[in-house]
Structure formats: C-alpha cells, structure tokens
Nanobody, 121 residues
Framework: QVQLVESGGGLVQAGGSLRLSCVAS????????MGWYRQTPGNQRELVAE?????????YYVDSVKGRFTISRDSAKNTLYLQMNSLKPEDTAVYYC?????????????YGQGTQVTVSS
C-alpha cells in the first residue's frame, strides 16, 4: 500500500523560500508520475508540478510557479521535493504530494495528508 508523508510547510513572508519533502513507502509497483498539488478552501485541487518516473521527460509546472518552484526527487531515499522560492501570498494553500501509476493492473492514485503553506504579505 502506497503511503506518502509530506513535511516542510509553514509560515513564511512574501519573497521567502520553503522546501517541501514527501517520503514515499510501499512502492512495490513504481509510479508513472509523482507530483505536487495544492488546494485552497472552496477550490479544486490544482496540479503545481509533476515529474515523470517511468519514462524520462520534462517536468511540468503550472504557469503561475514557473521560474520560482523546482520539483526534484531522490530515488535512493524515495523522496520527492518541491523547492519554492520567491513565494507570494497567492501560493498560500495546503500542498499535497501525489503518486499515480497508470497501468492495466496495480494502478493507483494516492495523495499524502497535506502540509500547510502560508505566505504573509
């Protein structure tokens, strides 16, 4: 059973930086993609950044974070990161780590419990 545990959220002033971490366990079947989503009250969860695991390819970033956020992973530690620089108040949200496997069998789409990021102006 895939489990994802996020950490690294907190309160930061505008212009500051945070690094989110996501430790994955139970990855008996490798994910196809891993990424970070965020959600604010009353809104749908939004994909912020994603990296392809099974097939090499470019990372995806939502336009609003391009040039400020960087997604990376340490496969040896089963850890996914999101480096967030030049943070803005509109980046305030709960951030969720995601792992999904696209396959005929043993597919999954799992989220962590989320970590709160609050950016003050």
């Amino acid at each position: 059973q895939v489990q994802l545990v996020e950490s690294g959220g907190g309160l930061v002033q505008a212009g500051g930086s945070l690094r989110l971490s996501c430790v994955a366990s139970g990855l008996t079947f490798s994910p196809t993609f891993m990424g970070w989503y965020r959600q604010t009250p009353g809104n749908q969860r939004e994909l912020v950044a994603e990296v392809s695991i099974s097939v090499p390819g470019p990372e995806y970033y939502v336009d609003s974070v391009k040039g400020r956020f960087t997604i990376s992973r340490d496969s040896a530690k089963n850890t996914l990161y999101l480096q967030m620089n030049s943070l803005k108040p509109e980046d305030t949200a709960v951030y969720y780590c995601n792992a999904r496997r696209i396959a005929a069998i043993n597919d999954y789409n799992v989220y962590g419990q989320g970590t709160q990021v609050t950016v003050s102006s």
